[in-house]
């Protein structure tokens, strides 16, 4: 019996499909979130999940204005307009007003976001660019702390990183900093929260390992080194927005690099500027600084740690 050829199908990468779409990664992104927000609102107050749900709304319609006015496809369905903005919200102080958190929203999602041709195409991530001109359009606002709920005599106070910069009063325990009850952003303040988000991803594999581990462990070391204490570096790591950073902007698949490699060199440059910032700036918290900064040398470092095909030739 006559056998037919099989046809040769021929096409483009990428060959193999994971089956992942960007709705299931954000919606996974989104169910890891979730223990941060119910720590701030149980910490900081029902205030928290106003603020929240203002910058998710406002980057929602901020989207869907911008897809109508340019005619372009509705793209709010894959949920990265409300990650962006559920991050954000995480990263503000919970007596924040409204007013600087729709400003802040519609910076992430239509200046840095839609302008740069959407998902996909921004140069950095939405949410640390509008942390940082929030930073610097409202720093007072930015700057203050909401009391902590749960506290019967609790009183609005400064950060610990404040603290350690000379600010009036005393560094959290490190228990307490485990469970957040200390000043900072209403999302940043529970470690324990973001940790579990953390490994969460890299179970449900939205993330690897190598980006939080390598960011957060070099802080800690350069930390250990300035300080000379290992407890100081630890009240480093559990202060400000440093694991909120490195485990939900620092692997933002858009704006980092994709080789293994890749994300170690980027986390380590993270890593490294966030202490020299904390150390040395003007401001106590360097997180949101360095992953901007460094989402400008993602496609050095993509060029320079990208593995060759085996048998090819440099063009």
Same mark, same amino acid.
């Given at each position: 019996m006559e056998q037919k050829d099989p046809k040769l199908i021929v096409s483009v990468s990428p060959h193999i499909s994971s089956g992942r779409t960007t709705r299931g990664i954000m919606l996974d992104v989104i169910i890891a979130l979730l223990p941060a927000l119910a720590a701030g609102a149980v910490i900081f107050g029902l205030r928290s999940l106003l603020?929240?749900?203002?910058?998710?709304? *406002?980057?929602?319609?901020?989207?869907?204005?911008?897809?109508?006015?340019?005619?372009?496809?509705?793209?709010?369905?894959?949920?990265?307009? *409300?990650v962006t903005g559920l991050i954000l919200g995480l990263n503000l102080p919970a007596s924040i007003g409204v007013y600087p958190v729709v400003i802040g929203s519609l910076f992430a999602i239509i200046v840095i976001k839609c302008l740069f041709g959407g998902l996909g195409k921004n140069f950095a991530n939405?949410?640390?660019?509008?942390?940082?001109?929030?930073?610097?359009? %409202?720093?007072?606002?930015?700057?203050?702390?909401?009391?902590?709920?749960?506290?019967?005599?609790?009183?609005?106070?400064?950060?610990?990183?404040?603290v350690m910069k000379g600010a009036e009063g005393a560094i959290p325990k490190i228990t307490d900093m485990l469970l957040g009850l200390r000043g900072g952003a209403l999302?940043?303040?529970?470690?324990?929260?973001?940790?579990?988000?953390?490994?969460?991803?890299?179970?449900?594999?939205?993330?690897?390992?190598?980006?939080?581990?390598?960011?957060?462990?070099?802080?800690?070391?350069?930390?250990?080194?300035?300080?000379?204490?290992?407890?100081?570096?630890?009240?480093?790591?559990?202060?400000?927005?440093?694991l909120l950073g490195a485990i939900f902007m620092a692997t933002d698949y858009v704006?980092?690099?994709?080789?293994?490699?890749?994300?170690?060199? %980027?986390?380590?440059?993270?890593?490294?500027?966030?202490?020299?910032?904390?150390?040395?700036?003007?401001?106590?918290?360097? *997180?949101?600084?360095?992953?901007?900064?460094?989402n400008l040398f993602t496609n050095y470092i993509d060029k320079a740690t990208k593995r060759k095909p085996l048998g090819g030739v440099k063009a």
């Open positions: 603020i929240v749900a203002v910058s998710i709304a *406002v980057c929602v319609a901020g989207e869907t204005l911008f897809n109508l006015i340019t005619k372009r496809p509705h793209t709010v369905g894959d949920l990265s307009a *409300v939405p949410a640390a660019a509008a942390r940082v001109m929030m930073l610097l359009a %409202f720093t007072d606002a930015m700057a203050s702390t909401a009391p902590i709920k749960i506290a019967a005599d609790a009183v609005a106070s400064p950060t610990p990183l404040a999302g940043e303040t529970c470690a324990i929260a973001l940790l579990l988000g953390g490994v969460y991803l890299i179970i449900r594999k939205v993330i690897t390992w190598h980006t939080p581990v390598v960011f957060i462990g070099t802080v800690f070391l350069l930390s250990w080194a300035i300080y000379g204490s290992a407890g100081a570096a630890l009240v480093q790591v559990l202060s400000g927005g440093l704006t980092t690099p994709t080789s293994n490699l890749g994300k170690c060199v %980027f986390a380590l440059g993270c890593g490294l500027l966030t202490v020299i910032i904390r150390k040395f700036g003007s401001y106590p918290e360097g *997180v949101s600084f360095s992953i901007l900064l460094m």
